[in-house]
Structures are given as structure tokens and as C-alpha cells.
């Protein structure tokens, strides 16, 4: 008999540290995954894997080097329901003072910008001096 593979979603927390860095200015990203697997169990291992697959070291713009590293799961969570066509994988329920600055045009949106999205969002923070979340 075939075992039934379940789909769960996976909340991964990245870290960045360039050479010399304070530790306060460290990046974080939290990535979100969909896993197929059996079960829980399963699904842990899977995500833990692909945290660690996601381990990576470059030299930036300024010949620093950069190295991502896998801190854990925020989240691991199964899906409801079939996957189809506008489901929901997610929800949050946050507070934020301007909600409204959160929302972006179409041609802010990634997708319609036509650049690695890892590569902008670290240039925007290393150029612009951009706020991280927890400031």
C-alpha cells in the first residue's frame, strides 16, 4: 500500500555575518518552504536538510566575505486542505504602525522587477543603510 504524502509548510531563519561585523548589524531572512512528506516527522527532516543545503559563503561588492547560515525552523506546519488555485499556505497576525507602507505596486513587486531578489534586498541594506525588523 502507498503511504499518503501530506504537503506542510516550512518557516526558515537565515543569518548573514560579513568579516568584521558587529552582531547587531547581522542580516536575517526568513524563508518559507513547501515540503511534500508522510509525515511530521518526515517533514522535520526534510526542512532541517534544506535549511543546511542553504549554507552558503561569497565574496560581496566590497571583497568581504558573506557567509548565510541556518539558524533553524521558525515554523513547521501542515497543510490543509488540496492544493489548487488561490489556496492559502499561510496566514500571520501582526501589529505595524502604517500597514499601508507594507503594500507595493505592481512594479515594486519582484517578480515584475527582473532582478535575484537576494541580491537587491542585501544591496538595499548595505547601501541604504536600511532598517532591519527588529529596530
Do not use: C
Not at 11 to 33: C, F, N, P, V, Y
Not at 52 to 78: A, C, I, P, R
Not at 86 to 95: A, P
Amino acid at each position: 500500500m502507498k503511504t499518503k504524502n501530506h504537503w506542510y509548510i516550512a518557516t526558515l531563519i537565515m543569518q548573514s555575518k560579513h568579516d568584521g561585523e558587529a552582531i547587531d548589524a547581522w542580516t536575517r531572512e526568513e524563508q518559507i518552504h513547501l515540503l511534500r512528506a508522510p509525515d511530521a516527522d518526515t517533514a522535520y527532516k526534510k526542512a532541517m536538510d534544506l535549511g543546511k543545503k542553504q549554507e552558503h559563503s561569497y565574496n560581496n561588492v566590497y571583497d568581504e566575505t558573506v557567509n548565510w547560515m541556518f539558524l533553524g525552523l521558525e515554523d513547521l506546519d501542515e497543510l490543509d486542505g488540496q492544493i489548487h488555485d488561490g489556496v492559502e499556505i499561510r496566514y500571520r497576525f501582526f501589529r505595524h504602525k502604517d500597514p499601508i507602507s507594507l503594500v507595493s505596486s505592481k512594479q515594486e513587486l519582484f517578480i515584475h522587477r527582473g532582478f535575484d531578489k537576494r541580491e537587491i534586498k542585501e544591496n538595499r541594506i548595505i547601501s541604504e543603510g536600511l532598517p532591519f525588523d527588529d529596530e
